[in-house]
């Protein structure tokens, strides 16, 4: 058989996957259709012309990181083709989801010991990535409705709040219409709840860290064995052995390292700052959304749902240099952000009302497309475009159209460029 490993880098669980409940199943990650043969002895996937390209290519990339403890094991006539997704964020649990849907036995091993209701911030999902997510499994978005809350208001001023600029996207009202599904806020931790529900808890394994594969020979009736190591002890776990393995185990991906190799992640030049306050309506509406954007200096203001106002500040760092703030000069944070901010309208206030210890800071990054300078694709499966890498802060729904497009996985989506988060 043929041994295939697919990574998922995307923040965003639009660009996670576009299933259909079809033959063919279309995974954005792997920009491939996945098919399961009839026969046993055909027992791999099909993967256009570029199976043996890419199976072959991985399996000389991981020889250096095999351990004698976790050796591949032939496979059982009748067995049902299984998944090792690494990584338990929104992109590896709508993976396990879209993959069960269509008989994958799909686990998940995630790093951390428990699903935290307060992980993450806030997350806009734009109308393409609540179709994917339609698309494998019908019941997640009226569930994810009644969580979040549908943009009815997006709001577009200066710095100050003085003057109103064009909203690019136009009225949001229109896009149940237009695209077939709202815009849509939720609290990052709420989403992944609701994914992780539908994966059978025996499936959901925490406290798992990635720790390497073990591959089979090309062309043998064998599955890959995948290591893990406990969060808590550093000792290791038992090996799960499989047909193939996701990695959806973020920017800074250990699965994208073990096949690319390509380093850490491309630099932004900008830092966020983001947080969760209760909602006050006086400053922001519920449904609505804003953004100030001043001379290298931003602030979101979402209403994610109930009784939740997510805000988020970015700068770059040209702008925080031109401001002539050390930021040594102050006491936390908090202080610091809020002279930083002093100029950009109702995010300075959300800055008072947030404890310094509950502000998230990040330097924006992103993962360049495995492209050469013509901008043919050169990664180890070969297609058009790459669809696998992750983007930064305030990914558009046309940005995200786009590169789901040469992924044949219309429906795909994106960080949404008000509120986007994680």
């Keep these: 058989m043929h041994v295939v490993l697919f990574f998922t880098l995307s923040i965003c669980v639009g660009t996670v996957c576009a299933m259909r409940t079809l033959p063919a199943v279309q995974i954005a990650h792997c ?12 027992r791999s996937f099909r993967l256009g012309t570029a199976t043996q390209k890419f199976s072959g290519s991985i399996h000389h990339r991981v020889p250096n990181l095999h351990l004698r403890s976790a050796r591949p094991v032939a496979v059982a006539a009748g067995d049902p ?3 090792a997704i690494v990584g338990g964020g929104l992109a590896g649990l709508a993976a396990a989801i879209a993959l069960r849907t269509v008989g994958v036995d799909a686990h998940v091993y995630e790093r951390t010991t428990e699903l935290r209701g ?40 200066t710095a100050d709040g ?30 992944q709840r609701i994914l992780a529900s539908r ?20 062309g043998a009736e064998m599955r890959v064995a995948v290591r893990f190591k406990s969060t808590e002890t550093q000792s290791p776990l038992p090996p799960a052995y499989v047909d193939f393995v996701v990695g959806a185990d973020g920017i800074n991906s250990a699965m994208r390292g073990l096949l690319v190799g390509d380093g850490a992640p491309r630099d932004a030049g900008r830092t966020i700052w983001r947080a969760i306050i209760p909602l006050d309506t006086t400053l922001l509406p519920r449904g609505a959304c804003t953004m100030s954007a001043g001379a290298g200096k931003v602030g979101f203001l979402t209403h994610i ?11 770059t760092d040209e702008a925080i240099e031109q401001s002539g703030l050390d930021r040594a000069d102050f ?52 297609r058009e475009r790459d669809a696998a890498h992750a983007h930064a802060h305030a990914q558009t729904q046309a940005d995200a159209d786009a590169d789901a497009g040469a992924a044949g996985a219309e429906g795909v989506g994106g960080e949404g460029a008000v509120g986007g988060g994680g």
């Design 331 to 382: 006491a936390d944070v908090k202080a610091y952000l809020l002279e930083q901010f002093a100029d950009v309208y109702r995010v300075r206030e959300c800055i008072a009302r947030t404890p310094a210890h509950d502000i998230l800071e990040r330097r924006v990054a992103d993962r360049q497309p495995l492209v050469d300078a013509n901008g043919v694709a050169a990664i180890p499966w070969g």
């Design 199 to 218: 994966v059978p808890e025996d499936r959901l394994h925490l406290g798992h860290t990635f720790d390497g594969i073990e591959m089979a020979d090309p």
């Design 162 to 191: 003085a003057t109103k600029l064009p909203n690019p996207t136009g009225d949001p009202r229109r896009f149940p219409q237009t695209y077939g599904q709202p815009m849509l806020n939720i609290r990052w931790a709420h989403l």
């Design 305 to 315: 749902g109930g009784e939740d106002l997510y805000w988020s500040a970015f700068a």
């Design 81 to 83: 083709v299984r998944a």
């Design 118 to 157: 307060t992980a993450g911030t806030g997350l806009t999902l734009w109308p393409n990535g609540l179709s994917a997510l339609s698309a494998i499994d019908s019941t997640l978005v009226t569930e994810i409705e009644q969580v979040g809350s549908p943009t009815t208001l997006i709001e577009v001023t």
């Design 31 to 42: 920009v491939s259709a996945l098919q399961p043969a009839h026969s046993h002895a055909a």
